[in-house]
């Protein structure tokens, strides 16, 4: 981080970037749940999306049901707004056809989970599709990429709210029943000295 040539800020296209970047976080943020997702990258095919090529997918163990998608839209020190607006339009179009292809209900509206890395950003997002063909599309953390000591005490506290989004992402995959619903049987335990 700290060394003469710091090959982060110097400028690298996409995915040299997403290697020091995106890739490394998403990596280490679901290795302790993959027994229970499962994320492949580069030039990765979806069926559900028409085929579209994403730069990483995260699915549901059994790979049946993608629950995200990524896309690098840009390396670092690579300020081209046009690429990230292009590759945004395209990634929540397909974000779109997923969810359109899902179970829904009022009670439990399905999402779709996305991230995006721009220069030294990765934001993490979320999209529910509400009503019929209306849809939400909410930030829910940023990380900087650290490339400095500074930065890393920045990225630092940001880690909470990544690590919210994260268990959003999990609960969603394990979809988790509240312990209010009529439809679980809940059996008391007797408490214990």
């Known amino acids: 981080m700290c060394s003469p040539s710091n090959s982060i800020v110097t400028e690298r296209n996409e995915r040299t970037s997403a290697i020091d970047g995106v890739i490394l976080v998403v990596k280490n943020l679901f290795r302790p749940f993959n027994d229970i997702v499962h994320t492949r990258w ?3 095919e979806d069926g559900s999306t028409k085929r579209h090529k994403w730069d990483g997918v ?3 163990l059994d790979g049946k049901a ?26 929540y179009r397909n974000a779109t056809r997923l969810l359109n292809s899902k179970n829904s209900s009022p009670e439990n509206p399905p999402s779709i989970f996305v991230v995006i890395s721009h220069h030294f950003k990765i ?6 599709l509400v009503t019929d ?5 909410s930030r829910k953390a940023t990380l900087h990429v650290p490339y400095s000591p500074s ?7 940001q880690l909470p709210t ?19 619903n009529s439809n679980l049987k809940t059996i008391p335990v007797p408490s214990t000295p």
């Open 66 to 91: 993608a629950v995200m998608l990524i896309e690098f839209a840009g390396g670092f020190a690579n300020v081209d707004q046009n690429k990230l607006e292009n590759d945004t339009i395209k990634i």
């Open 42 to 44: 580069i030039e990765i």
């Open 123 to 128: 934001y993490f997002e979320t999209l529910t």
């Open 151 to 157: 930065s890393l005490k920045t990225a630092m506290e």
């Open 58 to 60: 995260v699915s549901i």
């Open 162 to 180: 990544v690590f919210a989004w994260r268990d959003m992402v999990i609960a969603s995959v394990k979809n988790t029943v509240t312990l209010d």
């Open 133 to 137: 063909r209306a849809y939400v599309r």
